[in-house]
């Protein structure tokens, strides 16, 4: 079963922030918190991905609450190509890297309006 | 850029054929997975690989094979397939070791089996 909490759909304006809340209350101190968003059709693609400090990079922000239980991933100018299903995944550290600790939940539909 | 290639991106076939669905990544990775996505399930492992000729079961091998002949290829196998097969077919691979531990899928592959 996956280990995050999101919400099934959120709307964004075109051109403003989106803020994607995810909840992972049980995760453990060695487990990384990783975003993916899948656009229709697609393949997953990676997004971001931290583990206690807050990261940024050319597509997002993650923000992870102090205590660690939430983060929120930030697109800080969404576009309507930024409508996607996104997965908030909680997994060991990237130095075991197989597949089976990524476990997609059914994600967050975004859909951005114009 | 990195890429991860499924062979077909839809294909149909009949009850009780034996379908392969192949994929190809090109960034020397040792890691590859194939997951499915049904609505409403989400993405699930089916089988992974961490080496040439290995390989693992996931959540849901029943009906399945696969094969690691080649570390840059790995393949799905459905061996007679059935209707409750029917399905998006992802394919994903991954580096071990230090990194950011992404998952690299590919396009996907629809199947539908009548």
């Known amino acids: 079963d996956a280990k995050t909490t999101q919400p099934p759909s959120m709307d964004c304006a075109e051109g403003r922030a989106a803020n994607l809340p995810c909840n992972h209350s049980?995760?453990?101190?060695?487990?990384?918190v990783y975003w993916y968003r899948q656009i229709h059709s697609q393949g997953p693609q990676y997004i971001i991905h931290?583990?206690?400090n807050n990261e940024t990079n050319e597509m997002a922000s993650l923000i992870i609450t102090e205590d660690r239980k939430s983060s929120t991933l930030i697109l800080p100018h969404a576009t309507l190509r930024d409508t996607a299903v996104y997965y908030c995944?909680?997994?060991?550290?990237?130095?075991?890297?197989?597949?089976?600790?990524?476990?997609f939940g059914p994600g967050t539909r975004l859909s951005v309006l114009p | 850029d990195v890429k991860v290639t499924q062979s077909s991106r839809y294909l149909v076939k009949r009850t009780g054929e034996k379908v392969f669905l192949e994929c190809v990544q090109d960034?020397?990775?040792?890691?590859m997975f194939w997951y499915r996505q049904d609505p409403g399930l989400g993405l699930r492992l089916i089988y992974f690989?961490?080496?040439?000729?290995?390989?693992e079961k996931g959540d849901i091998p029943e009906g399945y094979s696969v094969s690691r002949e080649k570390k840059e290829r790995f393949s799905l196998i459905l061996e007679s397939a059935s209707t409750n097969q029917t399905s998006m077919y992802l394919c994903?691979?991954?580096?071990?070791?230090?990194?950011?531990?992404?998952?690299?899928f590919g396009e996907g592959s629809r199947l539908t089996v009548l």
């Open positions: 994903a691979s991954s580096s071990t070791g230090t990194g950011t531990g992404e998952l690299f």
């Open positions: 049980t995760i453990s101190g060695n487990e990384y």
């Open positions: 931290g583990l206690k």
């Open positions: 995944i909680v997994r060991v550290a990237p130095d075991n890297n197989y597949g089976q600790n990524f476990v």
């Open positions: 960034m020397d990775h040792e890691n």
């Open positions: 690989s961490y080496d040439v000729k290995m390989k």
